[in-house]
């Protein structure tokens, strides 16, 4: 089984609200990039033999009037049980609000895990407007992915997504499962230091073509790390084929990619 723990649902109804800078941003930093529809996702999964595929929900409304809604993710994944597992987002501005509709979006529409932008709400992550909504992910069991490093959402900024914040929220909640997105390029190093020294913290490649990966990246995955490495696409910002292809290519130990794409994935998120 291989599972892809964090992709988009940039589908028409999905990105119907996302501001026109941000989307000119993206288009003129992934030239290819098409926003597709369902099916194509489906059939991208299909082609790279992707059992299941991670989608998130985006809620920073008050901050720059975008959102993916959880309950959009969640038609989606009740359309293709099998397929897709969906993660809530909330808007930590919003308050008792944003608490009440992460436990809605757990507890009443069946998702899975918790989506945060640092840099879309412009919060650090381990700003204490945040902790309320740890304690909950916590006490519910769920993961929290979290976008870490470079991005390129125009209008807003990197430093929010410094992966050192993370340590701060590990320590302060160590129950609670985290996922470092993007291994926290271009702060890998303290990106990995974070995963090392916290047992509840692991780092996904998603958004990279995996030729690309860092080389140290790769000696992590390969060394102290395996365990703590997930397959990820961020598709459509890369597609599931390339990235499997790509994955053949490295000089990976045998066994690390099986636990890459899929025996990391299924502990993380309880697939059995």
Known sequence: MIIDTHSQLFTKEAIENFPEEMARSYQAMFKDLKFPEIEDTIKDMNDAGVDIAVIVAIDAETTFKYKVSNDLVAETVKKYPDRFIGFASVDPHKGVLAAEELKRAINELGLKGLKILPHLIKLNPNDPVMYPLYEIAQDLDIPVLFHTGTQFHAGTKI?????????????????????????????????????????????????????????????????????????????????????????????????????????NPKRLLGIK
């Open 159 to 263: 430093k929010n997504c410094m992966p050192i914040y993370l340590d701060d929220v590990a320590v302060d909640f160590p129950r609670m499962k985290i996922i470092m997105a993007h291994f926290g390029y271009p702060w890998f190093y303290e990106g990995m230091a974070v995963v090392l020294r916290n047992p509840n913290v692991y780092f996904n490649i998603a958004g990279w073509a995996p030729k690309r990966i860092p080389i140290d990246v790769i000696h992590q995955i390969n060394g102290p790390l395996s365990t703590k490495a997930l397959f990820g696409s961020d598709y459509p910002l890369i597609s599931r084929v390339r990235i499997m292809k790509e994955l053949d290519e490295l000089p990976l130990k045998d066994g690390i990619k099986e636990l890459l794409i899929s025996e």
